[in-house]
């Protein structure tokens, strides 16, 4: 099983980036997807979750700002970010869960991709 998450970038304050994350090696159609992120010094947490009927959750910290969604195969997530802040520049993970409801605790997600990096710059 792997997960590649792509994407990432130096984008300006203000600006807008999507990031990808293809899962291969088995179906996840039935599982819970979710980004979490890992500033320097700071500890990961959770940014957004999507579960196997489409239904999505999100940090307070991103709520508004961004959109995450899979596509129809069930084998790649997305989160869009808009206006994004100096406060979003981390190291974004995208990650499975087998549990029923979307989790925002990493130890729920079994699977984890490499992790792509996003800079805002001020």
């Known amino acids: 099983v792997q997960l590649q998450a792509y994407g990432g970038g130096l984008v300006q304050a203000g600006g807008s980036l999507r990031l990808s994350c293809a899962a291969s090696?088995?179906?996840?159609?039935?599982?819970?997807m979710g980004w979490f992120r890992q500033a320097p010094e700071n500890e990961r947490e959770f940014v957004a979750g999507?579960?196997?009927?489409?239904?999505?959750y999100y940090a307070d910290s991103v709520k508004g700002r961004s959109t995450i969604s899979r596509d129809s195969a069930k084998t790649t997530i997305y989160l869009q970010m808009n206006s994004l802040k100096p406060e979003d520049t981390a190291v974004y993970y995208c990650?499975?869960?087998?549990?029923?409801?979307?989790?925002?605790?990493?130890?729920?997600?079994?699977?984890w991709g490499q992790g792509t990096q996003v800079t805002v710059s001020s």
């Open positions: 999507i579960n196997w009927s489409d239904s999505t």
């Open positions: 090696g088995r179906t996840f159609m039935n599982y819970n």
């Open positions: 990650a499975v869960s087998g549990l029923r409801y979307i989790s925002s605790r990493g130890a729920d997600y079994g699977y």
